[in-house]
């Protein structure tokens, strides 16, 4: 199947950096609006809508509490995220979720699962990223929740965000495969591999190819599956995208990872997406945002190579 013209694609802006390690990623949403996101998937035949920002809490920049950093505002942002995802996920759109930082993955995951258990659909998570986002507040090193939204999605995090969305654990660890990643803390990791994980890291990647990883990422998808991809803008090698809080070096190249969105655009299944960590304080000419704009292009079905 192929994302047909009728799809509408709605923008939700949702202006946080309450879950981050550094301020800014709350400029990401404008971004991603400046270098001409909706002009760009209008022109590949999609009706899109740009809901604007939603409205919530100020960044209090406060240490961590008991293991967590902002939690209460990180879990206001999360419910006004799960609502609105979910909203759009009803009306028969496929949201755009656009942070903000990755801790914004909770509101909009649980939503998707929500939906999917509504509609009695299978669910797969891709989540692009140069971490496995799967800290608890006993082993994460910084109390910084855009570091724990696999975990909380998984069951292992506070009530007030486990339970966003009714449903303990919203997902279970075996409907998420990991791409790029490269930054796994010690005690995280152990609780990856306790977990089961699926990882596609770099050194799989380096080993075995882009293609070959998301061949098994995108395995046994079928007509029934929904297929959300979390793109962290950190999945990138830095030397491209430099304009996120958190780089770590030895990313997947501009082919790899056009290649990546190609793949998953090939599969006609992707139904929700989110972008994520874009952060303009740290960006050069807003180059970082044209890039992932190009990506998400590619993921809608942009082809960069001459095909048929
Ligand atoms: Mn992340």
Redesign the pocket.
């Given at each position: 199947m192929v994302q047909t013209r009728k799809t509408v694609v709605s923008l939700i802006g949702v202006p946080t950096d309450a879950g981050a390690s550094a301020r800014g990623a709350s400029m990401g949403p404008e971004a991603l609006r400046v270098a001409g996101l909706r002009e760009r998937l209008e022109a590949h035949g999609l009706s899109v809508r740009d809901t604007g920002n939603l409205a919530g809490p100020p960044n209090p920049w406060q240490p961590p509490v008991d293991g967590y950093r902002h939690l209460a505002e990180v879990a206001e942002w999360n419910r006004l995220t799960h609502e609105a995802v979910h909203a759009e996920l009803a009306a028969g759109h496929l949201p755009i979720m656009l942070g903000g930082d990755?801790c914004l993955g909770i509101g909009s995951i649980s939503a998707v699962a929500r939906h999917c258990r509504e509609q009695g659909r299978k669910l797969r998570v891709l989540w692009l990223?140069a971490?496995a986002?799967f800290n608890t507040s006993t082993i994460t090193p910084s109390g910084n929740i855009?570091g724990m939204p696999v975990a909380c999605l998984c069951g292992f995090g506070p009530d007030e965000l486990t339970r966003i969305g009714g449903h303990v654990p919203a997902i279970s660890p075996k409907v998420i495969r990991q791409i790029g990643i490269r930054s796994v803390d010690e005690g995280e990791k152990r609780f990856v591999h306790q977990q089961d994980l699926e990882v596609f890291d770099m050194r799989y990647i380096d080993e075995m190819g882009m293609r070959h990883a998301m061949e098994l990422a995108l395995a046994t998808l079928d007509d029934h599956t929904h297929l959300h991809v979390s793109f962290?803008v950190?999945f990138l090698d830095p030397d491209i995208a430099p304009g996120v809080g958190t780089t770590v070096p030895g990313g997947p190249t501009y082919r790899e990872a056009q290649l990546c969105m190609e793949m998953i655009a090939d599969t006609g299944r992707l139904a929700s997406l989110d972008v994520?960590?874009l952060n303009p304080a740290f960006d050069h000419r807003n180059r970082t945002a044209e890039l992932a704009v190009d990506l998400i292009e590619s993921l809608f079905g942009k082809s960069t190579l001459m095909r048929k």
């Open positions: 990755h990223d971490h986002d855009h962290d950190d994520v960590e």
